[in-house]
């Protein structure tokens, strides 16, 4: 099974609209981390925002929020107010503990195209 | 000020030569990565690498291998080039999970391979 699934391939959202990109999880840890990740047409990998599997409450940074449904394995960014600059793609990953340390996972991505 | 820096940006070279990305982090990061990107943008966890282990996703050919000179530097050896490797490949450092929970993923510019 996918741990990481994004199933918009691509998505169009009107400029100073809100736009939700889904993803969901999957994982039997209790102890995890979810991410999201901006790539633009530059190439960087920018990081936007962070959700621990035992945050109480939806984390939010700036224009992000990530809606956080742990019962539905869900983790969906929203991002509000959309500018023309975030056209990019999205990926979500999430980071799992092991024994040895680290393991993250991605997803496919999502493409936003923000239009004027 | 560059917090996980790649060089070259760009590769290009011949089927059958042996090439090296060099990439190191400022961050005081212990834990570093790297990934590849294909032409869809899917990406691949290569190698995880801290100070005490490193560890390999099965499905990497063992054409590739990272060399670990100090903490702060992965270095990725490429041998006998073939067609397939042409991507875009990233290399990123976080926090080993004891001392940071969050541990986001920093990622470097990415090297863009082309192997004709």
């Known amino acids: 099974a996918q741990k990481i699934t994004q199933t918009q391939p691509g998505m169009f959202v009107q400029e100073k609209e809100a736009v939700t990109l889904d993803c969901t999880y999957d994982?039997?840890?209790?102890?995890?981390?979810l991410f999201w990740y901006k790539q633009p047409s530059s190439g960087e990998m920018i990081f936007l925002i962070y959700q621990g599997s035992y945050d109480q409450q939806n984390a939010t940074e700036g224009r992000y929020s990530l809606n956080f449904q742990k019962a539905r394995k869900s983790a969906n960014l929203v991002i509000s107010a959309s500018q023309l600059g975030d056209s990019a793609m999205y990926f979500c990953a999430m980071r799992e503990l092991t024994p040895t340390g680290n393991q993250f996972y991605f997803g496919t991505g999502t493409s936003l195209t923000v239009i004027p | 000020d560059t917090a996980v820096s790649q060089t070259p940006k760009y590769l290009v070279t011949q089927m059958g030569n042996d090439k090296s990305i060099k990439c190191e982090q400022n961050?005081?990061?212990?834990?570093m990565y790297w990934y590849k990107q294909d032409s869809k943008k899917f990406l691949k966890i290569m190698f995880s690498?801290?100070?005490?282990?490193?560890?390999i996703n099965e499905t990497v050919p063992n054409r590739f291998s990272p060399k670990s000179p100090d903490k702060a530097h992965l270095n990725l050896h490429i041998n006998s080039l073939e067609l397939g490797d042409s991507a875009v490949y990233f290399c990123?450092?976080?926090?080993?999970?004891?001392?940071?929970?969050?541990?986001?993923?920093?990622f470097g510019p990415g090297t863009r391979l082309t192997v004709l």
């Open positions: 961050l005081g990061h212990d834990t």
């Open positions: 994982t039997s840890d209790p102890s995890y981390g």
């Open positions: 990123a450092s976080s926090l080993y999970p004891t001392r940071s929970p969050r541990g986001e993923q920093f």
């Open positions: 690498y801290n100070n005490k282990e490193l560890i």
